[in-house]
């Protein structure tokens, strides 16, 4: 997603949910131990991702195919996606939609210190599959942790 997974976040498959260790989230197996294949086992599994429990970020995550890329075995691949990701600690989905009609109007009296927030520039419509697929070669698949 691009956060930095600095807030409390939890995943649900149905069956257990998951969220690293050192949050506390109670009853919950440590998110960190569990390996994808165990919870996508097969086509269609889905899983409920919810991040930043102030802002509720809810993502359901479907595996829509499995591909072999080499002997080692199974790494995932984004097969499509749309939008950039919301900034952190934007105020959920309703903050989210004012933070767009802020940047969207250069006279909205919140604009400069708005994408001065953002760091001076923020295009919503951003996607760029290749570099998610990049990052989920890496080493716990290009998860930031900000600690």
């Known amino acids: 997603m691009g956060w930095t997974n ?33 919870i996508f086992k097969k086509v269609e599994s889905k899983v409920l991702y ?13 595996l829509e195919d499995i591909i072999i890329e080499d002997e ?17 600690d934007c105020g959920g989905t309703w903050g989210y939609i004012d933070l767009l009609k802020t940047i969207s109007n250069r006279k909205h009296e919140e604009y400069k210190s708005t994408m001065k927030w953002l760091g ?5 419509r951003f ?12 080493r716990d698949y290009g998860c930031i942790w900000i600690e």
Do not use: M
């Not at 919810?50 to 479907?62: P, R, S, T, V």
């Not at 995932?76 to 749309?82: F, K, S, V, W």
């Not at 996607?127 to 890496?138: A, W």
């Open 6 to 38: 600095s807030h409390l976040h939890l995943f649900n498959d149905g069956v257990n949910i998951y969220s690293p260790e050192e949050f506390e989230v109670e009853d919950t197996l440590d998110s960190r131990k569990v390996k994808l294949k165990k």
């Open 50 to 62: 919810e991040y930043d429990f102030g802002d509720n970020w809810e993502h359901e995550i479907i």
């Open 72 to 88: 080692n075995g199974y790494i995932p691949a984004c097969l499509d996606g749309e939008g950039n990701c919301p900034p952190e």
């Open 120 to 124: 001076g520039k923020f295009d919503p």
């Open 127 to 138: 996607f760029d599959k290749e570099q998610v697929n990049q990052q989920l070669k890496q």
